[in-house]
């Protein structure tokens, strides 16, 4: 069925007001587990010993049944307690309409996103940092100039500051915004003493 | 509008809060280049290899309909283990992001979160083995290293990115059936230590911090993880 525009998240966000109600616990446990069960059945997949795939028909398979598992279950809101759904067009859409090429960082630190593909030759980009891991404020800027040393890395992917002016950042407190915007401005500190002011975090 | 990455965070599996909806906006409006990121759980609700995977795609796919996403920040992670490194949760990495750069035009990075701490060659073989799987499936962003499984506090550091980085290297046009024979031996040579995965060191242990550098100790560990790596099949 052809849609009538584009999903964005303002749609999103008004299919989470009128969407079908569901509890969080017959998603996670009853809707998520039954019908990724159903699909591995319907498209007949057991992945074997290969860790990269070389069987294009079972990839195919895996893709439909991943397209499959999108549409038909759509998305929970956990606020709201109501699934959110697309249909198949939509999708089809959003798929055939990604974000091209861009670039990540400024002047000769920055690098460009480009697809790749299975086999290509063309190395990653390399997002070096602690991904999330708890850093002390003392060693929050030494611990990310480590990364940005790194000829290997091309971008920064931050730590999680643990105090900011001796405090824990609380969420939902000031701390958590100071820590937060001065987590960014470490980072970008550690990047220019290590000679790459323009990584992109 | 910046050339930096603003992370959406989706809930597993196949769930999201108000909060992040209104984020998406944000960043649209200001023409933000954003990173959806997730991280689906092998044994988790989902359950096994392959109904993973089918969660997996459909998460991935769910970035670009409702996160207008630029790239989507993958992350398949072991319920017993915590890591991205074990056998089963490579294999869901793999077989994800060869479909979707099959199928789709969709760019995607893996996160990493090893068992063991920084300065042991356990650390950088678990790293080395995601690397080899991440290249070759077509990954386009390679992010962490979190070592330690990224909960204990300044375990971290720039030597386990440069693995990262090397192995990347090493392996980007790699036949296939290669690449699953050096994943085999690298994550063979160190899948029985999950539950006695060596702590490691701190930053602070093992690099000067005043300098930045890392010491000889871990220079010597990294060598040392490197020789294995070219036993296993790698050449740097």
Known sequence: ?201 | MTSDSHEVSQLNELKIDLDAIAVIAHYKGNSDIIMDEQMPIFGGYAGGIEETTIVDIATSLNSMVMSSASWHLDGPVHIRWGSTNTRETLQIAGWACATLSEFTDLMTGNQYYPCAGPCTEMCLLEAAAQSVTDTSSGREILSGVAAAKGVITDKTTGMEARMMGEVARATAGMDIDSVNAVVNNIVSSYEGNYANAPEGKTFQECYDVATVTPTDEYVKVYEGARRKLEEFGLTF
């Open chain 1, 1 to 201: 069925m052809t849609f009538t525009k584009s999903v964005t998240c303002f749609d999103f966000y008004d299919r989470a007001q009128k969407g079908e109600k569901c509890t969080q616990d017959d998603w996670d446990l009853m809707t998520i587990p039954m019908k990724a069960m159903e699909l591995k059945q319907k498209y007949n997949l057991d992945f074997g010993t290969e860790t990269v795939p070389t069987d294009k028909d079972q990839m195919e398979r895996l893709f439909k049944a991943g397209f499959d598992m999108l549409l038909d279950c759509g998305i929970y809101c956990t606020d709201t307690k109501r699934i959110v759904k697309y249909t198949e067009d939509e999708i089809w859409d959003a798929i055939n309409n990604p974000m091209p090429a861009f670039q990540l960082g400024t002047g000769r630190d920055s690098v460009q996103m480009k697809k790749r593909e299975v086999g290509d030759k063309r190395k990653p980009i390399v997002q070096g940092g602690p991904t999330g891991s708890p850093i002390s404020e003392d060693m929050f800027m030494p611990i990310h100039m480590s990364y940005a040393l790194e000829k290997e890395v091309d971008t920064i992917v931050n730590g999680v500051m643990m105090t900011v002016r001796g405090k824990p950042p609380i969420p939902g407190s000031p701390y958590e915004i100071l820590a937060a915007k001065s987590e960014t401005r470490l980072i970008r500190n550690a990047a220019s003493m290590a000679g790459r002011p323009g990584m992109a975090v």
